[in-house]
């Protein structure tokens, strides 16, 4: 029952900025954590920037400095400011959610994805 849908996704050009947004809708009791994962073609799912309930964020080496997450809590939604991309950000951007729905926790759900193109 539980949602995450993204938007924000499209074409820029390198050096450029993009802001993705995700938000998680159904019974949702709790949102331990949220955050990105993205996948390029002929690569495996990378983490990009996650958010626990407390606020702590871990972000991939190759986005410090550059990406940030945020969060709104009363909207259960989670963004991602993307500033200086580079072509090599080009990938398939995906919401992730480890959430508590009733008594039930949810480790792995997954939204269907937003396409971000860095051209150069």
């Known amino acids: 029952q539980v949602q995450l849908v993204e938007s924000g996704g499209g074409l820029v050009q390198a050096g450029g900025s993009l802001r993705l947004s995700c938000a998680a809708s159904?019974?949702?009791?709790?949102?331990?954590?949220m955050g990105w994962y993205r996948q390029a073609p002929g690569k495996q799912r990378e983490l990009v920037a996650v958010i626990n309930s407390g606020g702590s964020t871990n972000y991939a080496d190759s986005v410090k400095g550059r990406f940030a997450i945020s969060r709104d809590t009363a909207k259960n939604t989670v963004y991602l400011q993307m500033n200086s991309l580079k072509p090599e950000d080009t990938a398939v951007y995906y919401c992730y959610a480890d959430v508590n729905s009733g008594s039930i926790r949810y480790y792995g759900m997954w939204g269907k994805g937003t396409l971000v193109t860095v051209s150069s």
């Open positions: 159904g019974n949702i009791f709790r949102i331990n954590v």
